[in-house]
């Protein structure tokens, strides 16, 4: 038997957490938006899968809010009963739309099970390779259970701005991605530094920009969250103009 690059996740002295904050309320019928986030969670699966040093040592997570409200899903597909699984076990299962927009109550969810996981890492003996990441993917505006517009964002902000600065890698790194029909007021409030506007909800194009970040954070893991976040957006700008530069040779 070929002998792996790598020791498996479980072996790994460190770990990365990552969680994803998925938007599935009622909106998500638009367009069938939630089959192209499936599809494309399935893809992103696959792409973890290629890349060995994030395998070696990330453990995925997944908060859905809007059908059920908020929800911890098992990323195993019903595998593992446990928030966070390795790259290996990591099978998303197929996600619904419908209801409303809790997503102050799964941001503080993502915090809370973050914080659970690290402290048991801790018990025993694995300490944290990188900050957690965190990112929200929405297209509407937060709500509460009833459907009435929720402001407690404006509490949330602070919040995640003291846990972004906490030193070392105690701390987190909160991003997110709006598309078409998200509030962008808000999520501006929630990731003044490290919101990106997607337009028509293009998920694949999403969920590659959250392995740029994963990838960024991992290559500068002294660097602070903001320096972190600008080398993400230069990134992009770089992928944008080279683009245009193709396109507008096409034209000639």
């Known amino acids: 038997m070929t002998?792996?690059?790598?020791?498996?996740t479980q072996a790994a002295k460190n770990r990365l957490l990552i969680t994803l904050v998925l938007d599935t309320s009622d909106s998500m019928k638009a367009g069938d938006a939630i089959t192209g986030l499936n599809r494309s969670l399935r893809e992103w699966r696959e792409e973890?899968?290629?890349?060995?040093?994030?395998?070696?040592?990330?453990?995925?997570a997944l908060i859905t809010f809007g059908d059920g409200g908020v929800?911890?899903?098992?990323?195993?597909?019903?595998?593992?009963?446990?928030?966070?699984?390795?790259v290996d076990k990591f099978n998303p299962p197929e996600l619904t739309a419908g209801g409303?927009?809790?997503?102050?109550?799964?941001?503080?969810?993502?915090?809370?099970?973050a914080d659970e996981r690290r402290a048991a890492l801790d018990s025993a003996g694995i300490g944290m390779a990188y900050r957690r990441l965190v990112y929200l993917i929405t297209d509407g505006a937060p709500s509460d259970d009833r459907g009435n517009d929720d402001d407690s964002?404006?509490?949330?902000?602070?919040?995640?701005?003291?846990?972004?600065q906490e030193p070392g890698f105690g701390g987190i790194q909160f991003t997110c991605f709006a598309v078409q029909g998200a509030d962008r007021d808000v999520l501006r409030a929630l990731a003044p530094d490290?919101?990106?506007?997607?337009?028509?909800?293009?998920?694949?194009?999403?969920?590659?920009?959250?392995?740029?970040?994963?990838?960024t954070s991992m290559n500068k893991r002294k660097d602070s969250v903001s320096e972190t976040l600008k080398e993400v957006s230069r990134q992009d700008k770089r992928a944008q103009e080279m683009h245009d530069w193709f396109r507008a040779q096409q034209e000639k």
């Open 153 to 164: 964002w404006r509490d949330l902000a602070p919040e995640l701005r003291r846990r972004e």
């Open 100 to 113: 409303y927009s809790p997503m102050v109550p799964a941001i503080r969810r993502a915090l809370a099970i």
């Open 48 to 60: 973890l899968l290629r890349r060995p040093s994030i395998q070696r040592i990330a453990e995925i």
């Open 194 to 215: 490290a919101l990106y506007d997607i337009g028509r909800a293009n998920f694949a194009t999403v969920l590659n920009r959250v392995m740029q970040s994963i990838e």
């Open 71 to 86: 929800r911890v899903v098992d990323a195993s597909g019903g595998a593992v009963a446990e928030p966070y699984v390795t």
């Open 3 to 8: 002998r792996p690059m790598f020791p498996p």
